[in-house]
């Protein structure tokens, strides 16, 4: 059975940081895509960054430069440092994991205040 288990969202002032991680089981990080996908209220669900199995990254265009995507494979886990964060980052930030499935973890809150 596939888990993902998000943890490390919470409240934050704008300019502020958080990191995002994603412990999975039933599933290696390595050999599979994972990502973050953000959704806030009233909008559509984006994408937010991708690794893939050989280690590339990739970001939407309105995070660039202020995330970054990484795993462990030691842990099992990937991770989403976010840094001079917005209030438009607002949102539930949800882990997610392209196998065979798509995998997906109930996902943590992270609010940004101006």
């Known amino acids: 059975q596939v888990q993902l288990v998000e943890s490390g969202g919470g409240l934050v002032q704008a300019g502020g940081s958080l990191r995002l991680s994603c412990a999975a089981s039933?599933?290696?990080?390595?050999?599979?895509?994972m990502g973050w996908y953000r959704q806030a209220p009233g909008k559509q669900r984006e994408l937010v960054a991708t690794?893939?199995?050989?280690?590339?990254?990739i970001y939407a265009d309105s995070v660039k430069g202020r995330f970054a995507l990484s795993r462990d494979n030691a842990k099992n886990a990937v991770y989403l440092q976010m840094n001079s964060l917005k209030p438009e980052d607002t949102g539930v930030y949800s882990c997610?994991?392209?196998?065979?499935?798509?995998?997906w973890g109930q996902g943590t809150q992270v609010t940004v205040s101006s």
């Open positions: 997610y994991a392209r196998a065979t499935y798509d995998y």
């Open positions: 690794i893939t199995r050989i280690g590339s990254t």
């Open positions: 039933g599933i290696i990080v390595s050999r599979n895509i």
